[in-house]
């Protein structure tokens, strides 16, 4: 099986920042796009952000100029840097992964973590 792990989550103030992580652990043997999402309360879930393993990255429209989203091959996990928080950025944020999980298989999983809340309120 494969695990994600979230972290970075919490309460900050509008302007405000955070950093979220998510590391993938378990039985990988490639990641191919890794992405964030989230559901506001009453909401559906959104693309926050995505990132290829080449590098290429999709931002949501609000999203772009703020946030940035990155990964590190070599711990499987996956970054999103939040600057300038907006009290509209409240939500779960929760981390998406494909994954394949053999070397003999072109089969990809996806996976998704259990979420962590962000809240922006002064």
């Known amino acids: 099986q494969v695990q994600l792990v979230e972290s970075g989550g919490g309460l900050v103030q509008p302007g405000g920042s955070l950093r979220l992580s998510c590391a993938a652990s378990?039985?990988?043997?490639?990641?191919?796009?890794m992405g964030w999402y989230r559901q506001a309360a009453g909401k559906q879930r959104e693309l926050v952000a995505r990132?290829?393993?080449?590098?290429?990255?999709d931002y949501e429209d609000s999203a772009k100029g703020r946030f940035t989203i990155s990964r590190d091959n070599a711990k499987n996990t996956v970054y999103l840097q939040m600057n300038s928080l907006k009290p509209e950025d409240t939500a779960v944020y929760y981390c998406?992964?494909?994954?394949?999980?053999?070397?003999?298989?072109?089969?990809?999983?996806?996976?998704w973590g259990q979420g962590t809340q962000v809240t922006v309120s002064s």
């Open positions: 378990g039985s990988i043997f490639s990641i191919n796009a």
């Open positions: 990132i290829t393993s080449g590098g290429s990255t």
């Open positions: 998406n992964v494909d994954a394949r999980r053999y070397r003999y298989s072109t089969t990809v999983y996806n996976y």
